[in-house]
């Protein structure tokens, strides 16, 4: 029982850290190009490697 007077507030302080991490990145626009990254995979490069 005494071990939940401690896990209980830890569990809501990482609940907590995890919540404002997430607010975090909405704020500074780490979703707002979703599809931009599988598209750039897909384009084929112009630029052709060195021979050695």
Request: no cysteine; proline share 6%.
């Amino acid at each position: 029982m005494n071990g939940l007077f401690f896990l209980i507030p830890i569990a809501l302080l990482m609940g907590g850290v995890g919540l404002a991490a997430f607010l975090w990145s909405l704020k500074s626009g780490q979703y707002e190009d979703l599809d931009g990254a599988a598209w750039r995979i897909l384009q084929d490069d112009e630029t052709k490697p060195k021979p050695d």
